[in-house]
């Protein structure tokens, strides 16, 4: 069915890295942007990243900035998060999501999240 | 990139309508038109309700309606039901390809 499923979540200690992984199925990837979207525990979504449909356009969230890199591969139909220098304060579910085709700037199908923990 | 100001909750009893709130500024919400909505259930990915401040998906049901007046954005559900319980993100777009969300409002139905 048409799906994202995320991947790549786990424990890391302050300054690690960790590579997310959101594999989508079942609908045409190249068509769509997508973003990365993150929720702490108990607390509300923050939008961290978006990147265009081509790969070409690519933006972060302040908090994110020089630290995390989106891409995507429109031939394997993925989408990635290369995270860096990771702090404790990136310790949330991250959720792929994509862009909805009839809107500027709405996403309209979710992956179910990965956790990830920063934590020494 | 200052997160849009929801109530933290709301509450209602079926058959009832309800409002929630999202107000940003000049540079989110009342500067474009590309206000959405998601509900999310406990342990569950976000679902996209309205966007474009007042349009709705395939599949949402007409009792979800959004708008906007200046800088405040608004949901209202009517015709309240138990599996409307859930949290609700309002989401702006913020120009220069970022978004800015709300902090979330429970909904409770009595």
């Known amino acids: 069915q048409v799906q994202l499923v995320e991947s790549g979540g786990g424990l890391v200690k302050p300054g690690g890295s960790l590579r997310l992984s959101c594999a989508a199925s079942?609908?045409?990837?190249?068509?769509?942007?997508m973003s990365w979207v993150r929720q702490a525990p108990g607390k509300g979504l923050e939008w961290v990243s978006y990147?265009?449909?081509?790969?070409?356009?690519?933006f972060y969230a302040d908090s994110v900035k020089g630290r995390f890199t989106i891409s995507r591969d429109n031939a394997k139909n993925s989408l990635y998060f290369q995270m860096n220098s990771l702090r404790a304060e990136d310790t949330a579910v991250y959720y792929c999501?994509?862009?909805?085709?009839?809107?500027?700037?709405?996403?309209?199908?979710w992956g179910q999240g990965t956790m990830v923990t920063v934590s020494s | 990139q200052s997160a849009l100001t929801q109530p933290r909750s709301v509450s209602g009893s079926p058959g009832q309508s309800v409002t929630i709130s999202c107000t940003g500024t000049s540079s989110d919400v009342g500067g474009y038109n590309y206000v959405s909505w998601y509900q999310q259930h406990p342990g569950k990915a976000p679902r996209l309700m309205v966007y474009?401040?007042?349009e709705r998906p395939s599949g949402v049901p007409d009792r979800f309606s959004g708008s906007k007046s200046g800088n405040t954005a608004s949901l209202t559900i009517s015709g309240l039901q138990a599996e409307d319980e859930a949290d609700y993100y309002c989401?702006?777009?913020?120009?220069?390809?970022?978004?800015?969300f709300g902090g979330g409002t429970k909904l409770t139905v009595l």
């Open positions: 999501a994509r862009g909805y085709r009839s809107s500027f700037a709405a996403f309209d199908l």
């Open positions: 990147i265009s449909s081509s790969g070409d356009t690519i």
């Open positions: 989401c702006s777009y913020a120009g220069s390809y970022t978004w800015v």
């Open positions: 079942t609908f045409t990837f190249s068509d769509h942007y």
């Open positions: 474009d401040v007042t």
